[in-house]
C-alpha cells in the first residue's frame, strides 16, 4: 500500500503505523461486552502479557495509563496489542479522541479552514468534480482514507483548442495560505491559479507517484483554481489527479 510521503521519516513517524493497531485501553483479564454493538463494538476475551517488555531506540519502557497507574499488552488471537495512549506517550506523538466521528486521532492535526468541505466550487470544467464530507462513501487514495476531495479528469479537445480540467472557488481573499495533498495516477501538471490567472503554484506530477503535500502562498487570492494539463494524449483510459486534505488558514 502506497503511503503519503513526509519531508523527513523519523523513528516516531515509523512506529504510527504499529501504533494504528493496537488498542484503546486495558484494565485486567478482560471479557467485554458493550451495548449498542451495531456502533461497530463486540464482545471479546483477552489476557493481560506481563511477560512482554516494550523497547524504544533499544532502552526497556513502562506503560501506564493517564493515571500513572502500570499497564501490560494484552493478548488477543495470538497477537499482543497495547494501549494507544501509552504508547503514542513514550514515541511523543499526539493523540486525541473525536467523539463526533469515533476517530482516534494521532499526530499534529490540521489547524485551519477545510477547503473542501466549507467552500462550495462556483465552477467544475471537463471531468472535474468536488465531493464534501457524506457526498459519496470514503475512498482510498494513495494509501489515505478521505471523506472529502477534488477531481480533475482529462484535459479535452476541441479541434485544435485543448481545455483543460479543473475546479474553481470563490474565497473572497480571506486567506494568506493553503495546505494540500495531490496524487495522479498518470504524468500531468497541475497548477494552482489565483486572480487573474497568476499561477501560485505548478508542478509536473509523476503518474502513480505517492501522494505529496505541500503548503503555498495565497496572496489573499479571491479566486482560486485547481486545474490539470499536459496529460500525455496517447494516456487512454481513466485519468485522474485527486486534491485532498486541504486547509486554508484560519481567517485573519
Same mark, same amino acid.
Given at each position: 500500500?502506497?503511503?503519503?510521503?513526509?519531508?523527513?521519516?523519523?523513528?516516531?513517524?515509523?512506529?504510527?503505523?504499529?501504533?494504528?493497531?493496537?488498542?484503546?485501553?486495558?484494565?485486567? @483479564?478482560?471479557?467485554?461486552?458493550?451495548?449498542?454493538?451495531?456502533?461497530?463494538? #463486540?464482545?471479546?476475551?483477552?489476557?493481560?502479557?506481563?511477560? @512482554?517488555?516494550?523497547? @524504544?531506540?533499544?532502552?526497556?519502557?513502562?506503560?501506564?495509563?493517564?493515571? *500513572?497507574?502500570?499497564?501490560?499488552?494484552?493478548?488477543?488471537?495470538?497477537?499482543?496489542?497495547? %494501549?494507544?495512549?501509552?504508547?503514542?506517550?513514550?514515541?511523543?506523538?499526539?493523540?486525541?479522541?473525536?467523539?463526533?466521528?469515533? $476517530?482516534?486521532?494521532? *499526530?499534529?492535526?490540521?489547524?485551519?479552514?477545510?477547503?473542501? /468541505?466549507?467552500?462550495?466550487?462556483?465552477?467544475? =470544467? /471537463?471531468?472535474?468534480?468536488?465531493?464534501?464530507?457524506?457526498?459519496?462513501? %470514503?475512498?482510498?487514495?494513495?494509501?489515505?482514507?478521505?471523506?472529502?476531495?477534488?477531481?480533475?479528469?482529462?484535459?479535452?479537445? !476541441?479541434?485544435?483548442?485543448?481545455?483543460?480540467?479543473?475546479?474553481?472557488?470563490?474565497?473572497?481573499?480571506? !486567506?494568506?495560505?493553503?495546505? =494540500?495533498?495531490?496524487?495522479?495516477?498518470?504524468? $500531468?501538471?497541475?497548477?494552482?491559479?489565483? /486572480? /487573474?490567472?497568476?499561477?501560485?503554484?505548478?508542478?509536473?506530477?509523476?503518474?502513480?507517484?505517492?501522494?505529496?503535500?505541500?503548503?503555498?502562498?495565497?496572496? &489573499?487570492?479571491?479566486?482560486?483554481? =485547481? #486545474?490539470?494539463?499536459?496529460? %500525455?494524449?496517447? $494516456?487512454?483510459?481513466?485519468? &485522474?489527479?485527486?486534491?485532498?486534505? $486541504?486547509?486554508?488558514?484560519?481567517?485573519?
Amino acid at each position: 500500500m502506497k503511503k503519503v510521503k513526509t519531508e523527513s521519516i523519523t523513528m516516531k513517524k515509523k512506529t504510527l503505523a504499529i501504533i494504528l493497531t493496537l488498542c484503546m485501553t486495558v484494565a485486567a @483479564v478482560v471479557s467485554v461486552t458493550v451495548a449498542g454493538a451495531a456502533g461497530g463494538l #463486540q464482545e471479546i476475551k483477552a489476557y493481560l502479557n506481563s511477560g @512482554v517488555t516494550i523497547k @524504544v531506540d533499544g532502552e526497556e519502557q513502562i506503560i501506564t495509563e493517564s493515571n *500513572g497507574v502500570r499497564t501490560y499488552p494484552i493478548v488477543y488471537n495470538g497477537t499482543n496489542y497495547v %494501549p494507544i495512549r501509552s504508547v503514542a506517550n513514550l514515541l511523543g506523538v499526539d493523540v486525541d479522541w473525536d467523539q463526533s466521528t469515533n $476517530a482516534i486521532l494521532l *499526530g499534529k492535526q490540521p489547524n485551519g479552514v477545510d477547503l473542501i /468541505d466549507t467552500y462550495k466550487n462556483y465552477q467544475t =470544467f /471537463d471531468w472535474s468534480a468536488q465531493y464534501q464530507t457524506g457526498d459519496k462513501d %470514503p475512498m482510498e487514495i494513495s494509501g489515505v482514507s478521505c471523506s472529502r476531495w477534488l477531481t480533475l479528469g482529462r484535459e479535452r479537445y !476541441h479541434g485544435n483548442e485543448k481545455t483543460v480540467s479543473g475546479v474553481s472557488f470563490n474565497l473572497g481573499g480571506k !486567506h494568506d495560505t493553503l495546505t =494540500f495533498s495531490y496524487y495522479s495516477n498518470r504524468n $500531468a501538471t497541475l497548477q494552482v491559479l489565483g /486572480d /487573474d490567472g497568476a499561477v501560485l503554484f505548478e508542478k509536473d506530477v509523476t503518474g502513480g507517484q505517492v501522494a505529496q503535500t505541500v503548503t503555498i502562498p495565497l496572496f &489573499k487570492t479571491n479566486q482560486l483554481t =485547481f #486545474q490539470i494539463t499536459n496529460v %500525455p494524449y496517447y $494516456a487512454g483510459g481513466d485519468v &485522474k489527479t485527486y486534491i485532498f486534505d $486541504a486547509y486554508l488558514d484560519v481567517e485573519q
